[in-house]
């Protein structure tokens, strides 16, 4: 099963796995890190900008989960434009190395191989970072999708659209359709690092870490993974029931072993 770490709260969460990614780097200059978007991820971002400066990053590559489609790439709230200002520029990456799906509607049908060559062609993904949506997806797989999903076009349920809202001007403005990577693809990165807080998230943590294997719950597909990382806080922890076994494992793991 999935390693669980539960931290005290969301920046602690971000230096936890900043630090992860700081030792890849370190181990591999040209290392391959997944992305993810949304407000998870931004702890781990902050935290890099401390824990990387000084490093060379220029060789550092990059593969973002998933894209709007239809959204013009230049609109602040694209994938590529919060890849750009989240991640590219302020850790110094060289942004030709750092890869997100294209999701224009002219040759979308496309889109989802062409981007699975890519990952494959790079070697694959060292380090995914995943964040979980309230209905259990991570990147877009939403309820139902296959775990031998690859990268492709899916339609956004009612609620993330509804959860994404707050990052549009209005409900309406947010697009039905994503291109994402798919579970199959995910799986394949080397080393998975699932986050999540807030009680929002209790549940479907709970689910995806300790109920059964469902393409109902996209995020149980982790459990098929032999290296996988859930960090999470207090709030977010608050429907496991291993919870204290959990926090007893971590404190007596050798800090060698990093997560
Ligand atoms: C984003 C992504 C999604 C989000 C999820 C949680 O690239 O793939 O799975 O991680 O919707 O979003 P936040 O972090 O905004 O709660």
Redesign the pocket.
Known sequence: MAEVVIVENSQAAGELVAAEIARLIARRSDAVLGL??????LPVYAALREQLAGTDVSRVRGF???EYVGLDPAHPES?RSVITREVVEPLGLTPSLVHVPDGAEAGIEHAGAEYDARIHAAGGVDLQL????TDG????NEPGSSFASRTRVKTLTEQ?RE??ARFFDSLEQVPRHCI?QGLGTILEARHLVLLAYGEG?AQAIADAVEGPLSAFMPASAIQLHPHATVVVDEAAASKLKLAGYYRYTFANKPAWQGI
């Open positions: 993810a978007t949304g407000s998870t991820p973002a989960l998933d994938y995943l964040g979980i949506g997806h991570i990147g877009f993330t959860d994404n994402t998230k």
